[in-house]
């Protein structure tokens, strides 16, 4: 009976081990949902700018109980802002969700009526250790008023992670460490 239940316990390692990218991905999915209904127990912010190029924004740090955290860095330069929300588990990244919104001048845009086009992508990064399983895409191109909820209307699409999904996995860990604007830029490379 010990050796039968010993057997169960390393099958069920042996398959949470090799578990395949949709279930790492459900199960990331649940790891989201605990810590947006979570309220969190510290929060910090820095403000940056940086002098090389148009580039400022904060960063917000949150501690959830469990070990759980979130870095939130919401940016923006000419004609974009940029919104990246960090999920990390005991230190571990799990989850990256990019928001970039542009806009550039229609081309029936006139100094008395200006008018702008829109446009909003979503990408979700999800990570197991070091690697990026999976990333999801959407993006739609519209009036202001309009483009979230046009992108909220259309379905993700499965896409390879690229040199993004390293990008942001690098930039979560120096993000994690920052303790000042200083730190905030270096991670992206600007100063």
Request: hydrophobic letters at 35%; proline letters at 3%; a negative charge.
């Given at each position: 009976m010990?050796g039968?239940?010993?057997?169960l316990?390393v099958?069920?390692l042996?398959?949470?081990?090799?578990?395949?990218?949709?279930?790492?991905?459900a199960?990331?999915?649940?790891?989201?949902?605990?810590?947006?209904k979570s309220?969190?127990a510290?929060?910090?912010k820095?403000?940056f700018?940086?002098?090389?190029?148009?580039m400022?924004?904060d960063?917000?740090?949150?501690?959830?109980?469990?070990?759980?955290?979130?870095?939130?860095v919401?940016?923006?330069g000419e004609?974009?802002?940029?919104?990246?929300?960090y999920?990390?588990k005991?230190?571990a990244l799990?989850?990256?969700?990019?928001?970039?919104?542009?806009w550039r001048?229609?081309?029936?845009?006139?100094?008395?009526?200006?008018?702008?086009?829109?446009?909003?992508t979503e990408?979700?990064?999800?990570?197991?250790g070091?690697?990026?399983v999976?990333?999801?895409?959407?993006s739609?191109?519209?009036?202001?008023e309009?483009?979230?909820?046009?992108?909220?209307?259309?379905?993700q699409?499965r896409?390879?992670?690229?040199?993004e999904g390293?990008?942001?996995?690098?930039?979560a860990?120096?993000?994690?460490?920052?303790?000042a604007?200083a730190?905030v830029l270096?991670?992206f490379?600007?100063?």
């Amino acid at each position: 009976m010990k050796g039968c239940l010993t057997f169960l316990v390393v099958l069920g390692l042996a398959a949470t081990a090799f578990a395949g990218p949709d279930e790492r991905v459900a199960e990331i999915r649940k790891w989201y949902d605990t810590v947006q209904k979570s309220k969190a127990a510290t929060e910090r912010k820095i403000a940056f700018e940086a002098e090389s190029e148009p580039m400022s924004g904060d960063l917000t740090v949150r501690d959830f109980d469990g070990g759980w955290q979130t870095l939130v860095v919401s940016y923006g330069g000419e004609h974009v802002g940029i919104d990246e929300q960090y999920y990390f588990k005991d230190g571990a990244l799990f989850f990256v969700y990019v928001v970039t919104s542009y806009w550039r001048f229609h081309p029936d845009s006139t100094d008395e009526k200006p008018k702008t086009v829109d446009t909003r992508t979503e990408d979700r990064y999800y990570f197991d250790g070091k690697t990026c399983v999976r990333r999801l895409t959407r993006s739609a191109t519209d009036d202001a008023e309009k483009v979230p909820a046009v992108v909220a209307k259309l379905e993700q699409k499965r896409i390879e992670p690229g040199k993004e999904g390293e990008t942001h996995r690098e930039r979560a860990g120096k993000l994690l460490g920052a303790k000042a604007a200083a730190d905030v830029l270096a991670a992206f490379g600007v100063k």
